[in-house]
């Protein structure tokens, strides 16, 4: 075989060779079921192409689901996944071709991500992606100043009350979902707001504009004036609520499946491929958009619900 042969031999193989990953943050169940997804070809979700082999502990002392799981996740890893447990960011990085910064306290990620940018390798960014604006548009600063390729989403982005209501003939759409709150986050849509907010945005697009949000003990709605007249609305439900989707077009209402699928699969089989071609699938400036929405919600919410514009 002669040398061009074989360089097209080897080109092929690094093509296909499979990407090691690694996790920073042992805090959320996301990690778990992830790493199934990922690391057992035997699963009928198996998304092939990457393997989880190395994880960051991480952990915040004043958020409750980080300190009573961060330890626990951490030896489910270990002993039932095979992951070497790692000491810091910075010996992780030299373990694997790219990240799944999983934290579950969002002010974490801008500390971690400014050291995961030290090592040029792309980084998918768990919900929420930060836990302020100005946070978010600092990760995406830093990303573009070390040419880091990046992106976030939550997973009910790729469920069928999201993606099969996605069309340009939309004039409005209502979308709704659980709504808890943590005290550390302040946008407190982030938190889990994040989910049903992410939908409105997979079945609107971009070119929200105004927001009102009207707050009650029992659910927030948040309303925006989209670019060209368009109108959409998503409700958090409090404590916890089912998802669902409404899309509103000039001459039909397309209502959603009543009972959403929410699956991962189809969210870590983009992940995989954007670590392959560090594409985004989800354009960085949405993602900034949706916190920009979320934004502008609290500040509508802390004026007493006035109509306020996106920042």
Known sequence: ?????????????????????????????????????????????????????????????????????????????RTKWKLEIVPDIATLCTKVDAVLLESVD???????????????????????????LEDAREIARIAKQNNIAWFSTSSLRYSDAAMD???????????????PTEEHHYLDLSWY?????????????RGCEEVTRVTAPLMDEVTCKWKGGRIGTVRALRPYGGYGAIAFREKEVVSGPPRP???????????VKFF????????????????????????????????????
Not at 43 to 51: E, F, I, K, T
């Open 276 to 311: 392959e071609t560090k594409i985004p699938p989800v354009p960085n400036e949405e993602t900034l958009e949706i916190f920009a929405f979320m934004d502008a919600a609290q500040r509508s919410k802390e004026a007493g619900g006035k109509p306020t514009k996106l920042r």
């Open 193 to 205: 707001g994040i989910h049903p907010v992410e939908m409105l945005f997979t079945i609107m697009g």
């Open 1 to 77: 075989m002669n040398s061009k042969a074989l360089l097209s031999v080897f080109a092929a193989l690094a093509l296909h060779a499979e990407i090691k990953v690694g996790i920073v943050g042992t805090d959320t169940s996301h990690v778990i079921a992830f790493t199934k997804i990922l690391n057992d070809p035997s699963s009928p979700d198996h998304a092939p192409g990457a393997r989880i082999v190395a994880a960051f502990k991480g952990g915040s002392n004043d958020v409750e689901s980080s300190y009573t799981r961060v330890e626990k996740y951490a030896e489910e890893l």
């Open 106 to 132: 969002g002010r974490k990620h801008l500390p971690q991500f400014k050291e995961l940018a030290k090592c040029g390798k792309p980084v998918f960014i768990d919900k929420p992606m930060a836990s302020t």
């Open 261 to 271: 699928k929410v699956n991962y699969a189809p969210m870590l089989k983009e992940v």
């Open 165 to 179: 209501l996605r069309s340009d003939k939309n004039m409005g759409a209502i979308t709704w979902g659980p709504g």
